[in-house]
């Protein structure tokens, strides 16, 4: 959503529409980040989920730092549009090596190979332990 947002930002055709495009991209950006760290506190233990946590904030408030000036520079030999290109391919380059680096949290896998048929999944209780995900249950 981010990234497309951002392609459609820089090939939009007046002000009104940048402004719809940059909510709709702040939006998806909101909707990416609290997912992310979701999946963070899904995939570590109790112990390492400050420390873990903190990385992909440190990188995002980095990125809030260092983004507008970047953008800055872009804009120079690339005219005003050409950030919001240079946006869209790194969030198409980051999007890519995410789909091939994630998988599914311990527990969900965990609860998966212990099913008893397809109304497992429906019935509201919590995982059985298993050696995938030690401290669950």
Not at 27 to 50: I, K, Q, Y
Not at 91 to 104: E, S
Not at 116 to 128: E, I, K, L, N
Request: hydrophobic content about 45%; charged content about 10%; proline content about 9%.
């Amino acid at each position: 959503m981010v990234g497309v947002s951002s392609l459609l930002t820089g090939l939009s055709p007046g002000y009104w529409w940048l402004l719809v495009l940059r909510g709709v991209g702040g939006f998806g950006s909101a909707l990416f980040f609290t997912s992310l760290l979701a999946l963070v506190v899904a995939h570590v233990g109790p112990h390492e989920r400050a420390r873990t946590v903190g990385l992909p904030q440190g990188a995002f408030l980095f990125g809030l730092t260092v983004g507008p000036f970047a953008g800055g520079v872009l804009a120079e030999p690339l005219g005003l549009r050409g950030p919001f290109f240079v946006y869209a391919a790194t969030c198409l380059a980051a999007g890519l090596v995410a789909f091939g680096f994630c998988r599914a949290p311990r527990w969900r896998r965990c609860r998966s190979r212990h099913s008893s048929g397809p109304r497992a999944s429906t019935v509201a209780r919590p995982p059985r332990p298993c050696a995938a995900a030690p401290g669950w249950g």
